[in-house]
């Protein structure tokens, strides 16, 4: 059983609209938490990282949260535009030194006009 | 500009005949890895390589071998394609592999294993 899990599958939202995607995991220890946005055709790009400290993080118009206690993520994108179309893929750590990572199946966004 | 570069994007082959996906950083990394991504599973990880020489088992080794000859290149070796091989394969390098340093992907390479 994968130790992230990520919610939806996949969701389409209109243009100029908010979203939020979930990442739940039982990975532990845990060390931190990463969110990479993956356009198609292309690989993975990382939009931020959550240490167990932090309680939230914002890039731009994404905005991540974390609470290490019920062990869950969020990734909140503000007034979608086309370009936020893509896999968001939620990866944990257990440790610093942690060489294999335990990845989520991601969530594909389709923004539309 | 700093990059992962994976070679080839595509390829179309058969069961069996070997074949070997190229991959090269020019970052100067110490730590690369090789991934396999298909559809519900998530990236799931092949080998990886803390420096020159150096190379361990990533969660699904198996059917696959690379090596480190040089830092900025990391080959992914093929031995006997399977059809079970087909998959999207990505190549990532960073500083020196610690968790809190973001991973730089390739842009992929599609095989098709017929």
């Known amino acids: 059983k994968n130790q992230v899990e990520q919610s939806p599958q996949s969701l389409i939202i209109l243009e100029g609209k908010n979203c939020t995607l979930q990442?739940?995991?039982?990975?532990?220890?845990?060390?931190?938490l990463r969110w990479y946005k993956q356009d198609t055709g292309r690989g993975p790009v990382s939009l931020t990282i959550?240490?167990?400290?932090?309680n939230t993080k914002s890039n731009g118009r994404y905005t991540a949260t974390l609470d290490a206690d019920t062990k869950q993520s969020s990734l909140h994108i503000t007034a979608s535009q086309l370009s936020d179309s893509a896999s968001y893929i939620c990866?944990?750590?257990?440790?610093?030194?942690?060489?294999?990572?335990?990845f989520g199946a991601g969530t594909t966004v389709t923004v539309r006009a | 500009e700093a990059q992962v570069t994976q070679n080839p994007r595509y390829l179309i082959t058969v069961t069996g005949k070997k074949l070997t996906v190229t991959c090269s950083q020019n970052?100067?990394?110490?730590?690369m890895s090789w991934y396999r991504q298909d559809p519900g599973l998530g990236l799931r990880q092949i080998y990886y390589?803390?420096?020159?020489?150096?190379?361990d088992k990533g969660d699904v080794p198996e059917g696959y071998k690379v090596s480190r000859k040089e830092k900025r290149n990391f080959p992914l070796i093929l031995e006997s394609p399977s059809p079970n091989q087909t998959s999207l394969y990505f190549c990532?390098?960073?500083?020196?592999?610690?968790?809190?340093?973001?991973?730089?992907f390739g842009d992929g390479t599609r095989l098709s294993i017929l």
């Open positions: 990442c739940n995991y039982t990975v532990s220890p845990f060390s931190n």
């Open positions: 390589s803390m420096n020159v020489e150096v190379t």
């Open positions: 990532a390098s960073s500083p020196t592999g610690q968790s809190n340093q973001p991973q730089h």
């Open positions: 959550m240490t167990f400290s932090e």
């Open positions: 990866v944990v750590s257990r440790t610093l030194n942690d060489y294999k990572l335990s």
């Open positions: 970052m100067n990394h110490e730590y």
